[in-house]
């Protein structure tokens, strides 16, 4: 199976901070990158596809970037909201993975 | 709006069978695939395998291999998943999710907890 390895695990910032997660697999899937944003109690929700691309409704502050082994989830300016737990899940494999999950506290 | 219903809480025994069904609205159920996620207390996501609704085609995760059948009606535009001979470790939030043209995982149910306990 493809591994997917999220860093770091936790993350403290503030409210107005930028924030970058990164996601690495341990051999290339193209773009087939997605991200998913969890709150506590909930079933996650898709934010990003294809690497980069932004799902319909999701706010313009997250972005996403990356290729081959190495992807990125930012978030622009961070808002109260956006404190949550993040996944990324590799979709090239027949066999899908999920990262570890990166969870976003308040400073 | 695309809507996945999930059946309720379970609790099981070690070596039973849980089934949880998983009911769609909102869409065409044929044309689009199934995926089934579970997260065990505290932890992670872990990808369980996919059913295609149009044909029934399966693919499990490989340390899922012999304990789970993925199933769908589409009569009744409803998924199933069964796990057999269950362990304390299949203790989790079982959920269902929408597989969309781009093989994205884009709208998940509200999850079943199964709790296996002597």
């Known amino acids: 199976d493809i591994q997917m390895t999220q860093s770091p695990s936790t993350l403290s910032a503030s409210v107005g901070d930028r924030v970058t997660i990164t996601c690495r697999a341990s051999q290339s899937i193209s773009s087939w990158l997605a991200w998913y944003q969890q709150k506590p109690g909930k079933a996650p929700k898709l934010l990003i596809y294809?690497?980069?691309s932004l799902e319909s409704g999701v706010p313009s502050r997250f972005s996403g970037s990356g290729s081959g082994t190495e992807f990125t989830l930012t978030i622009s300016s961070l808002q109260p909201d956006d404190f949550a737990t993040y996944y990324c899940?590799?979709?090239?494999?027949?066999?899908?993975?999920f990262g570890q999950g990166t969870k976003v506290e308040i400073k | 709006q695309v809507q996945l219903v999930q059946s309720g809480a379970e609790v099981k025994k070690p070596g039973a069978s849980v089934k949880v069904s998983c009911k769609a609205s909102?869409?065409?159920?044929?044309?689009?695939?199934i995926s089934w996620v579970r997260q065990a207390p505290g932890q992670g996501l872990e990808w369980m395998g996919w059913?295609?609704?149009?044909?029934?085609?399966?693919n499990y995760a490989q340390k899922l291999q012999g304990r789970v059948t993925m199933t769908t009606d589409t009569s009744t535009s409803t998924a199933y998943m069964e796990l057999r001979s269950l362990r304390s470790d299949d203790t989790a939030v079982y959920y269902c999710a929408r597989v969309n043209y781009d093989s994205v995982i884009d709208y998940w149910g509200q999850g079943t907890l199964v709790t296996v306990s002597s």
């Open positions: 899940q590799q979709y090239n494999s027949y066999f899908r993975t």
């Open positions: 059913i295609s609704a149009y044909n029934g085609n399966t």
């Open positions: 909102g869409y065409t159920f044929t044309s689009y695939g």
């Open positions: 294809k690497a980069s």
